[in-house]
């Protein structure tokens, strides 16, 4: 084992195919053993009709006469699509393999959602469409990889830092061996050289752990770029998120009362609105993207800490005059949307008035901007000129918005340094906001898919001041 080598260059190399598993599943290395791995794609349907993005599948242990649910999840038709999609851009960027540690890039091409911990995880994609793709996973995980789609060979570790054994990393070059991409003509992209800095790991970087000769090349656009522009089934799951932040966000609002905090009453909006989604969506409904979450989610801050944009909540209790920037948004199918909007406790000022009346042309201003042929750069020197035009140039703090799908937020990003072309299918968020010291924030954000002509909203909460005044 030795050091690879990093490199932006491209080569010549050919794949060759990767060995059958090891007999019996097993390894003499320390690892918990390498198993074959069928694809529970093939029995699957896809559901249609309104709303229904989304797979059923007979469940085992299903009598044979009993007809499939529909499932809120991505179909594994889908899920093989985007694999074939990765190793088209493989050929082209002449690489043998990509290595994904990142959990939603995981998610993304396999459907294997799981919480990130200190234990390294990983997702590889060889470029030989004759084999499956490989994965990391400590022992606690073998259940969750086992549910993913396309994935033929698992290597599972005891546990980190070594387990008894040997570290993470050094398993994973193994695998790497096993899937025949330990040859010094190898090139492996990945998303990150190496696990993500979290819970307290530490370990090798991959382009560390590679065979001596093998080329480690930075990858990360890969997944993103084919995450940037959503498919029909993504578009209808984000759309389901919408409806269900919809929700929270009116049960919220018909709970805000002087005295009560921004903490009890966000709680008790989000538990409400997440208990009528799971009696609603049934027994098939998980969770997927959003982890130790609540499947709906409704907060706000209140008072002059909305004057920062990303304020942090305290117990204070709501008081007459206060300004709210609000926040909604649930997960369907892992996907997310943004719902935001400024509210106010009482009878606005003429002060108040006037932001707000700022802050709904500018956003305008951004729904304007964004229409294909152009690119994100563009339209964000479109808003910029309007805070220019609008005297309040100072008061823009952050870009206009950012991608939504299976993270809140993510690439591409509505700003001057985004080069990315707008096209049909993409989801963001338009959200230009003015913060003013002393008075509060003005910030609402709309989740919007990019048309032919422009854009859509896909939020339908009330925009206007009139429905924003909280009686007291």
Known sequence: MGKGKKAKDKSKDKVVAAPEPDRNGQSPDGAMGVAAVPDRGADVVAASGPGASLASAPHPGDDPG????????????????????????????????????????MAYVCGFHHLSTERPMAIVVPLDAGAGLGALVPHLEQEHIAAAHGVSRVKVYPEYPTGGTKHPMLHLADLLAEMGLARRTARIGYDSDGYLDINGYDGPTLSSVVMDGTETVPARDLIDRMRAVKSAAELRLIRQSCQWGNLAHRLMHENLELGRTEMDISLEA?????????????????????????????MFHAGANTSLPHGLSNATGLRPGDILVTGAGADVGGYQSELERTMVMGEPTPEFVRHYDLMMRLQQAGFDALRPGRTLADAESDVSAAFVELGVPEMQRHHTGHGIGLEGHEAPFIDKGDPTPIVEGMVLSVEPGLYVPGLGGFRHSDTVVVTAGGVERLTYYPRDLDAMIVPI
């Open 66 to 105: 009993t007809t499939p649910a529909m499932d809120w999840f991505i179909a594994p038709e889908e899920y093989a699509a985007r694999v074939i999609r990765v190793r088209a851009e493989l050929v082209q960027r002449e690489l043998d393999a990509l290595v994904l540690f990142h959990p939603i890039r």
């Open 270 to 298: 989000s538990t409400e609105a997440s208990r009528m989604m799971i009696a609603t969506l049934g027994p098939t409904y998980r969770p997927l993207s959003m982890g130790w979450g609540m499947p709906a989610l409704a």
